[in-house]
């Protein structure tokens, strides 16, 4: 299977990340440095934080030696750490923490990430997915919006369209697929994400 790893480079000056940055695209190394770090270190900043992503970690504490070798060099100071994806939390964490192993591990990193989520939610009042159900009439689109409200499920209905807030992907598609056997031809169902700035949107574009 494969993993992704990154080194988390947090500077103390911003202005200093670019030069680091070119400093990294031009850096030389010896064949065996060369040969653990490989060819594909890809390296992003955004602001004072820097990352070079990496498939291994054996790749990834390399890069670590050669970024704190040209941070010293160059006089700066800065916090690095080495952190590995963990796909079912949907997270970096840091990369001794092993990857699950069971389904039991599995199943608390998911329910982590939806306890997660579901805090973001309620501080921003928005979801990141939603389930959208067109149903033929205003009648049975009141009707299944009464129905999930009563179930406890965020619900909004307009005209024909009710839609459902979800905290997570896997949740957004189990709703679907629960109203898509229930509603049969009688509705269209789909699961839709929220971009980052939809929050700041008065309209909410429906099948666009």
């Known amino acids: ?30 064949d065996e440095a060369r040969e653990r770090l490989g060819r594909n270190v890809v390296v992003t900043r955004d602001g004072s ?35 590995r994806w963990h796909p079912v939390a949907e997270e970096w964490r840091d990369a001794s923490l092993p990857l699950p192993d069971t389904a039991a591990e599995e199943e608390v990193e998911y329910e982590e990430r939806e306890a997660a989520e579901r805090r973001e939610a309620a501080e921003e009042g928005e979801f990141d997915w939603h389930v959208v159900a067109e149903l033929r009439g205003r009648d049975a689109a009141g009707d299944l919006s009464r129905e999930l409200f009563a179930e406890g499920l965020p619900v909004t209905r307009r005209w024909r369209y009710v839609t459902v807030g979800a905290v997570t992907e896997e949740r957004a ?25 939809d929050a700041f949107r008065p309209f909410q574009f429906i099948g666009f």
Do not use: C, K
């Open 1 to 30: 299977m494969a993993e992704d790893f990154r080194v988390e480079v947090e500077l103390d000056d911003e202005a200093h990340g670019y030069p680091l940055r070119e400093r990294l695209r031009a850096v030389n190394v010896d």
């Open 173 to 197: 598609e189990e709703l679907a697929e629960r109203l898509r056997s229930e509603l049969g031809d009688s509705g269209d169902v789909w699961v839709e994400a929220r971009l980052d700035d």
């Open 49 to 83: 934080r820097m990352f070079a992503y990496t498939p291994t970690e054996a790749q990834a504490r390399e890069a670590e030696r050669i970024i704190s070798e040209l941070l010293s060099d160059e006089g700066l100071s800065g916090d690095l750490t080495v952190t």
